[in-house]
């Protein structure tokens, strides 16, 4: 066996506890999903403030990223070997401490430093909590604990930028880390004090080469995918190391822990597991589209049509709202079986798809806020369409030792699925401003009756010419969003057949029994 199989028992409350450990875990998910956007509104205050270039202040994000994804496969293996009531709370006392350390930092050295800390804390919060919640909940209310738990998995990212925009622009940066001590604070007690595990503590054996290796390989393609762009991908000679370190540290991952140890410290062997290997694939797919358009929509509204941070984060909070305000029904929906979740996966990529070619197609330097509300609004009905439908495809056909496995897996395909896509849009927006400046610079002559008409406005040459470059750097930069928004929306349609890897489940059919040994 490849791992030592445990007693599950059932830890399913009612009342004022399940509500409490919900609010709990709830509270800890949201200060980890919001963190993950709340920073970058802040970043050029943090950057202005500290005395920091855009290459260390981009580190804030990225340090945090890199020890993050390392940690989340490690959290099935660190549930099980400490109790997950114990990790959760070590995990959250952990995020809370590195958060103020964050906020009270001098220097960018010390910030990037105590974001690698709240990282290797956070990066286990979300796969725990989703898997707490659905033992949490009794069985016949999956639908139910999945939508709670949607609420802060993908609402929390959304209203990043509003939280932190507003906190930037009315406080200080500081304050985007110390908003996260009130929800820590109750998070730690609620879950310390009414939490049970469904497991006891194992003493389970320390993979040390699996550990190693899998911080070499998920270390290495996360900062190739954070900094590969900005030092010109494998034209670099760093990036080129790190790619090799990549291929070699997952690979030998791979092989180590499927053959080289009888203790992996993650099994990999879950993936026999359809559901979890669709689960996965599909979280992929569902954070490329999340988060793809998390990073470009902001850079644009506030780099091209001058939006406040507040103002910018509103526009995201939008489509927040409408995620929030579909997830309840569409968890009822999904979870009564009354409908194969195919079709509303379908549904929701289509729409996502939908809405970021609308969303292309209407870009200019001229759009006021009202005019991306339809788009914003299409795509949070999309979102409100996917996640509660696949967690719970996954979560109701797999057995209960499986669920840490699989939402660790989901959480980190989620995040690598956010981490690709968006390395693919920032350098197709850097290279397709390029382009357009170049075909725009070309038509520039002396011979242009633009630039005749520009002359003759302002009785100088070197003033039409400077007025004609800013209005060509302008135009250019606003037609490679809208080819960003195209892709997004291409990209969409392309994964949109990666929905029928899930296992079907007939219609009407109650979700496959799940067999919990009584405590």
């Avoid at 995918?225 to 990549?246: A, C, H, K, M």
């Amino acid at each position: 066996m490849a791992t030592q199989m445990t007693a599950t028992r059932d830890v399913s409350e009612s009342g004022a506890r399940m509500i409490l450990i919900t609010l709990g875990i709830m509270a800890a998910t949201l200060m980890q999903t919001l963190d993950s956007t709340i920073v970058t509104v802040a970043l050029p205050t943090i950057q202005g403030n500290l005395g920091a270039t855009q290459d260390e202040g981009a580190w804030v994000v990225t340090g945090y990223i890199i020890s993050a994804v390392i940690v989340i496969p490690l959290t099935p293996w660190l549930q099980a070997r400490f109790g997950r009531r114990q990790y959760y709370v070590v995990a959250i006392v952990g995020f809370t401490i590195a958060s103020m350390l964050c906020g009270i930092a001098s220097t960018i050295g010390q910030l990037i430093a105590y974001r690698v800390i709240q990282g290797l804390f956070g990066g286990g919060l979300v796969a725990t909590g989703q898997a707490a919640l659905r033992d949490t909940f009794p069985r016949h209310l999956l639908g139910a604990s999945q939508a709670v738990f949607a609420l802060g998995a993908i609402v929390g990212p959304s209203v990043g930028p509003t939280v932190g925009g507003w906190l930037t622009d009315n406080f200080s940066w500081n304050y985007v880390f110390y908003i996260n001590l009130a929800p820590g604070i109750f998070a730690a007690i609620v879950i310390l004090t009414m939490m049970r595990n469904p497991t006891d503590p194992a003493r389970i054996p320390v993979d040390g080469v699996g550990l190693g290796l899998l911080a070499m390989g998920l270390g290495s393609l996360q900062y190739i995918l954070d900094e590969g762009q900005r030092n010109d991908w494998f034209d670099d000679p760093i990036v080129r190391v790190f790619g090799f370190t990549t291929v070699v540290g997952i690979g030998a991952f791979i092989w180590w822990e499927l053959w080289g140890t009888k203790r992996p410290i993650v099994d990999l062997r879950a993936y026999k597991y359809r559901a979890i290997a669709a689960g996965s694939v599909l979280g992929f797919a569902i954070g490329a589209v999340l988060f793809g358009a998390t990073v470009i929509l902001p850079q644009y509204v506030q780099g091209v049509l001058g939006f406040t941070a507040t103002l910018s984060g509103e526009l995201v909070f939008v489509r927040a709202f409408f995620i929030a305000l579909l997830t309840p029904f569409i968890a009822r929906f999904a979870g009564g079986g009354k409908i194969d979740t195919k079709i509303l996966l379908v549904c929701g990529f289509v729409l996502i798809g939908v809405s970021q070619i609308w969303l292309g197609y209407i870009t200019t330097s001229l759009n006021d806020f009202n005019s991306l509300l339809g788009p914003a609004i299409m795509a949070g009905v999309g979102l409100g369409l996917l996640f509660v439908p696949i967690s719970i495809a996954v979560l109701s056909a797999i057995p209960p030792d499986m669920i840490p496995k699989a939402t660790s897996f989901q959480a980190l395909s989620l995040q690598l699925g956010g981490s690709f896509s968006t390395a693919a849009l920032i350098t197709l927006l850097t290279r397709r401003e390029a382009f357009h400046q170049s075909v725009l610079a070309q038509a520039a002559t002396p011979n242009n009756i633009a630039l005749q008409n520009l002359i003759q406005a302002t009785h100088s040459t070197t003033a039409a010419v400077g007025n004609l470059y800013q209005q060509i750097l302008t135009q250019a930069t606003v037609m490679a969003y809208a080819d960003c928004q195209w892709a997004l929306g291409a990209l969409t349609f392309v994964l949109l057949p990666l929905v029928f890897v899930l296992p079907r489940r007939a219609k009407g059919a109650p979700p496959p029994p799940v067999h919990i040994p009584a405590e």
